[in-house]
């Protein structure tokens, strides 16, 4: 290299930065002994600011614009002025680039549940999560207090403790709102602004703003939506008595369905309970509606009628009801000597060795004797 282009390499600087990364925060403009010469050119561009570091303390913040760096107080023709130092300026200046755009789409999250006293339901554990977006408001106060000498601060570097300050505002916010789980939905909007609103103070601190913050979800327990789930339905079948009704009718939809499972069984048992509560509710509320007390004793619940299941051929049939079983009889596809099972039967018997079912073949006359 000639003395020509030294010469012109020593007056002539050009300063910009162009960001591809979409998560860098600041950048340090890297120059060999950190050596800004004067007269530089310093090119900031909009969505960025550029913080000025003189001989280690902050001098300017410039913002987007084209500027000539000809002050007094920064490094007059560094090189050429330095020969005693064999080039080395003794005068170190620094320029960091700060990304002024929001950063979008930043999660945040309860790690764990926060308990809070809802008027409705008592103590309850609340889990919620959302999104956010961030900004630097202030680049100096943010070189100063977050980044220092970090030549590359990225986002990831400071969105941790963005989120620990969300989340301690949110669970202060949603124990004193007063606002019960049920009604949370419809105020999310507002519950996220509030809350941004109570963090503003103290990001502000940091050199940084939060234009927007969104709550996507709060959520209960498992175990606590299960019940609200029961309690719905109990709601939309309008009494118990109802609703007796229908969980007897799903049990035995579900047991129709798998007839070779023990289906049969099911339905016989999902039956007789639900006919036993549904007389027990009718025998308190009265047919149309709750009637007084009286002194005299309450009837047992009618019995449990029994289905039964058929083994022919080394296959099972069933379930099928007595009067099912009756009929035959009468057709003759039932005998005395068919093998026949019910809930709570010791093995198969025959059905003339089952007393509810000896009495089926005694209907039909038997056959004349021969003289």
């Known amino acids: 290299m000639g003395i020509l282009d030294f010469l012109t390499g020593e007056f002539i600087d050009v300063i910009h930065w162009v960001d591809d990364t ?51 107080n920064m490094p007059i023709l560094t090189t050429l002025n330095s020969w005693d130092h064999g080039f ?3 005068f170190k200046s620094e320029i960091y680039y700060v990304n002024t ?3 979008n789409d930043l999660k945040w999250g309860t790690k764990n549940p926060i308990i809070c006293r809802d008027p409705e339901f008592g103590p309850v554990r609340l889990r919620s999560y959302g999104t956010y977006s961030v900004k630097v408001s202030d680049p100096a106060r943010f070189l100063t207090e977050i980044v220092g000498t970090d030549g ?42 509030l809350l941004a609103k109570h963090i ?46 229908y969980s007897a009718a799903e049990a035995m939809t579900v047991s129709a369905a798998n007839p070779n499972g023990g289906g049969g069984i099911g339905a016989g048992l999902g039956a007789g ?21 009286t002194a005299s004793p309450t009837p047992p619940p009618p019995p449990v009628e029994h289905v039964w299941h058929l083994a022919r051929n080394g296959k099972t049939e069933g379930p099928f009801s007595k009067a099912a079983l009756g009929r035959m009889v009468s057709d003759g596809t039932l005998t005395r000597d068919t093998y026949v099972w019910t809930a709570g039967q010791d093995g198969w018997k025959t059905a003339d060795e089952v007393a509810e079912l000896a009495q089926l073949f005694t209907v039909m006359p038997p056959p004349a004797p021969t003289n």
């Open 22 to 72: 979409r998560d860098t925060m600041v950048w340090r403009f890297e120059r060999e002994s950190h050596e800004i010469k004067y007269g530089a050119k310093l090119t900031v561009r909009e969505g960025q600011a550029a913080v000025f570091v003189h001989e280690g303390q902050l001098a300017d913040v410039f913002t987007p614009g084209l500027y000539m760096l000809e002050t007094n």
């Open 88 to 90: 080395k300026s003794p």
């Open 101 to 103: 755009t929001r950063f």
């Open 152 to 193: 590359e601060f990225t986002m990831d570097e400071i969105s941790y403790q963005i989120r620990n300050i969300i989340v301690q505002e949110f669970s202060r916010l949603i124990a004193s709102c007063g606002i019960p789980v049920l009604d949370m939905a419809a105020n999310t909007a507002d519950l996220g602004k």
């Open 200 to 245: 503003e103070p103290t990001l502000s601190e940091y050199g940084l703003s939060i234009p927007e913050l969104y709550i996507e979800n709060i959520s209960l327990p498992d175990a606590v939506e299960a019940a609200l789930d029961k309690r719905t339905s109990a709601g939309l079948a309008g009494d118990l008595g109802r609703f007796t009704q």
């Open 273 to 293: 309970l639900g006919m036993a509560m549904a007389g027990q509710v009718m025998q308190q509320n009265g047919p149309w509606g709750p009637v007084a007390q």
